[in-house]
């Protein structure tokens, strides 16, 4: 039977969040099938200001208040009852475990995308508990998930209605695995990078290193993205003062295109502030990516991961540029065997890990790895309906 009408639901979905994940790999799943000629709902609990540019034909909003709230999952069944689709794409995480097992029954047929990281509550303690509260609108959802007993995550994973359970990463496929998973309903579909990303579209502009202030003999390491505390940017700052003691031509290249002004401050009591460059701007993709490939080291120490595969890891390695992150959930998956990889939350292990990686070859820019593309992503999904 040939596919027409697709839902995707997932809620949470706003402006702001539309290019992180889980999101952002749920939008270019949308656009794929809609490429090959499927139609595509989007159902969520947030109204978004502006869906052009988005591919869904339809944008549907279950707003629910209160104590309807619980009863959001019954009110979207009853949607899908009505239309009728040919598939329903459930974004799930940990915490749909609380849902009753009918919440996601319907006639329809139904597929899950699990995006959640399975922590032990060991891993998050060793964090900092002042950063768990600053971030508690990441870090809470996982807290009560890691308590969730393994019987009980187990007993919800066989009373589930999916067809089939879709993971971005290995690491995560595992852990649902452990947790009584069957696998032959288990499918691995990683997610892709836009080209742009590609090493061979990013030589080294030294037109962009000279005007950013850098010398050639400076080991320059870019931190991009988020500067909030979970994703490791004031454990970054903390492990760069002790690395510069050991080598003085390191210098810390940081890219905040959300403007946070709390970063300025944060860079201004740090001793070797004189050493820390802020570029504080809007970029377009193009221009992010073209920063980014003046590195000889990126580093994303993340903490806590509040979703599988951040895109953030991927693009910094498809660059080809040595890649400093932490042991967290799936990111020595995704930064490969040529990553260097420091213990979460531990700042003098990450400044030994930054020295490190500084003594390796800088001048290798060449790829090491082909990595996916989107038009992957929408093959491996098309495959995978064609079994319903």
Same mark, same amino acid.
């Given at each position: 039977m040939q596919p027409d009408k697709i839902l995707l639901i997932s809620q949470g979905l706003s402006q702001g969040n539309k290019n992180l994940q889980p999101w952002r790999y749920l939008i270019e799943l949308a656009n794929g099938l809609k490429t090959n000629g499927i139609s595509v709902s989007f159902i969520s609990d947030v109204k978004l200001p502006d869906i052009d540019g988005l591919p869904f034909d339809d944008y549907i909003?279950?707003? %629910? $208040?209160?104590? $309807? $709230?619980?009863?959001?999952? $019954?009110?979207?069944?009853?949607?899908? *009852? *009505?239309?009728?689709?040919?598939? #329903?794409?459930?974004?799930?995480?940990? %915490?749909?475990?609380?849902?009753?097992?009918? #919440?996601?029954?319907?006639?329809c047929p139904s597929i899950a995308i699990f995006t959640s990281p399975i922590y032990k509550t060991r891993e998050l303690l060793k964090i900092n508990l002042l950063k768990l509260i600053h971030g508690w609108k990441i870090s809470l959802i996982h807290i009560i998930g890691s308590l969730i007993p393994k019987y009980i995550i187990s007993k919800k994973i066989q009373q589930a209605p999916f067809l089939y359970w879709v993971t971005q990463t290995n690491t995560l496929a595992g852990q649902l695995l452990e947790h009584g998973l069957s696998p032959d309903k288990l499918r691995i579909i990683a997610p892709g990078i836009d080209p742009i990303w590609n090493t061979k579209a990013n030589v080294m502009n030294y037109e962009i290193r000279k005007r950013m202030g850098f010398s050639d003999d400076d080991i320059v390491i870019t931190y991009f993205g988020s500067t909030t505390p979970l994703r490791g940017f004031p454990l970054l700052l903390d492990a760069f003062k002790f690395a510069i003691v050991e080598q003085p031509r390191l210098r810390l290249f940081v890219i905040d295109r959300t403007i946070n002004h709390n970063v300025n401050d944060l860079i201004k009591r740090n001793p070797y502030r004189d050493r820390i460059f802020l570029l504080s701007s809007w970029l377009s993709p193009h221009e992010l990516a073209s920063h980014v490939a003046i590195s000889d080291l990126v580093a994303l120490p993340f903490e806590l991961l509040p979703s599988d595969a951040p895109l953030s890891v991927l693009e910094a390695r498809s660059l080809g540029i040595p890649l400093v992150i932490t042991s967290i959930a799936c990111l020595p998956e995704l930064g490969g065997k040529h990553a260097f990889i420091a213990e979460p939350s531990n700042p003098t292990s990450l400044a030994r890990t930054l020295l490190t990686a500084a003594q390796c070859d800088l001048g290798n820019k060449s790829s090491l790895s082909e990595l996916r593309n989107w038009n992957q992503v929408t093959e491996d999904w098309l495959s995978l309906i064609r079994c319903i």
């Open positions: 909003i279950i707003n %629910t $208040r209160g104590f $309807r $709230r619980f009863l959001w999952h $019954r009110y979207v069944n009853m949607f899908i *009852e *009505e239309q009728k689709p040919f598939l #329903a794409i459930w974004n799930i995480g940990l %915490t749909s475990f609380f849902q009753p097992h009918w #919440a996601y029954n319907s006639n």
